[in-house]
């Protein structure tokens, strides 16, 4: 999502328009000083009272000034759109959690943050990158169809100018100090609760004890690592699964990895699964991620069907060992991925925004011949 932001950033002012960001902290290299950052760092006792402040913060600034557009990553009143990146949060919290958690502030607040978004009464646009939470969006809220506006799939053509499949393979093992032979499955992604990295070392431990030998599970991302590493410990696969914290290189050593395993509990799209796809990597899924139907367009692997049932996934993390599909998935999930770049080269969210923001101006001068 970050990088959405700065790449439609860059886009928007290549195209002659002035853009400001706001943002309660900022990670690396700053942006070209032709695009404003505002960086307005909040203190709280809990996250969604820092989150309150940054937004009232925010909001002093942009009232004083007089912006055309205001284009929200986060959801809060006052945004002209919104990037919907995320999953609905009131259906999570009334199918996959406890009744009382949402008696905590902390639910009342994002509820009343996704509310003011997507309510029928709401006037906020919604760039979103997948369909597959419209239908939890307007079960909710009655969110109209016609404030939705999809974005094809963002791929960077960097994916298709990595080092051969052959040297990839040698760069993961080198890595890692695997052996040459180890068959290698890779998960990445932030949150790897959410991401299925339970479900991949159970199939792991599954595996029948010599296939189970030579195989290696990594996942990379942001997250606490430790109750995955107990997990693995507790079913003795301690020198089986490595997890590795975010890595610029991800790419390569999906481009290195036999399988690319993606057994999320829910994933509003998965960005991630058709980067495994452009790297030529055969993926195996569970049908809740939003781009899980890429997959299976594609026949770039297999798409594990819900209810989800550890025993059928079992089976199926093995056949991704054993099938000698998996060539053949690799050369359609590239050409599949492909199409993909062709169809958004980067520059689809800020065309839509130009569009929204053209809208708005000509109707505001409307409203003002009138009044």
Same mark, same amino acid.
């Given at each position: ?18 853009? %400001?960001? *706001?943002?309660?902290? +900022? ?20 996250? $969604? ?23 929200? $990553? ?14 609905? *949060? !009131? ?17 009342? +607040? *994002? ?14 646009? !919604? ?5 597959? %939470? ?33 040297? @990839?393979?040698? $760069? ?94 829910? %994933? ?19 049908? @809740? ?31 991704? +060992? ?11 999930? !590239? ?23 053209? %809208? ?12």
């Amino acid at each position: 999502m970050q990088r959405d932001m700065l790449r439609t950033a860059k886009e928007l002012v290549k195209r002659g328009h002035s853009v %400001e960001i *706001f943002t309660i902290s +900022w990670d690396g290299d700053l942006p070209p000083a032709e695009i404003k950052v505002h960086v307005l760092p909040q203190k709280g006792l809990f996250n $969604y009272q820092r989150y309150q402040r940054f937004i009232d913060a925010a909001f002093n600034q942009i009232n004083a000034n007089s912006f055309d557009y205001i284009f929200g $990553y986060n959801r809060m009143a006052g945004l002209d759109a919104y990037f919907a990146a995320d999953p609905c *949060f !009131i259906d999570r919290a009334y199918t996959q959690r406890h009744f009382l958690y949402r008696l905590l502030p902390r639910f009342k +607040w *994002f509820a009343a943050c996704e509310k003011v978004v997507f309510s029928k009464d709401s006037l906020t646009e !919604i760039l979103a990158v997948s369909l597959s %939470e419209k239908p939890h969006f307007q079960h909710w809220y009655g969110t109209q169809d016609v404030r939705f506006h999809y974005i094809p799939p963002r791929l960077a053509p960097e994916l298709f100018t990595l080092p051969s499949k052959q040297e @990839s393979h040698r $760069y993961l093992r080198e890595t890692f100090a695997f052996a040459q032979n180890d068959v290698v499955f890779i998960l990445v992604g932030s949150g790897f609760q959410m991401k299925g990295l339970d479900r991949a070392i159970q199939a792991l431990a599954a595996l029948p004890a010599h296939l189970r030998e030579h195989a290696k599970l990594v996942a990379v991302g942001q997250d606490n690592p430790k109750p995955f590493e107990l997990m693995a410990k507790k079913l003795g696969l301690k020198d089986k699964v490595f997890i590795s914290k975010g890595r610029a290189d991800y790419a390569q050593l999906i481009k290195g990895a036999d399988v690319y395993v993606h057994p999320a509990y829910r %994933e509003n799209t998965g960005l991630v699964i058709l980067d495994a796809m452009a790297c030529g990597a055969p993926v195996l899924l569970t049908a @809740s991620c939003g781009y899980a139907h890429h997959v299976a367009q594609a026949d770039a692997g297999i798409v594990h069907e819900m209810p989800f049932d550890q025993a059928r996934f079992n089976q199926q993390f093995l056949e991704m +060992w054993q099938t000698d599909k998996k060539a053949q998935w690799s050369v359609n999930g !590239i050409n599949h991925a492909k199409k993909l770049l062709a169809e958004n080269d980067g520059s689809a969210e800020a065309t839509i925004l130009i569009n929204l923001a053209n %809208e708005k101006v000509s109707s505001d001068q409307k409203a003002s011949l009138i009044a």
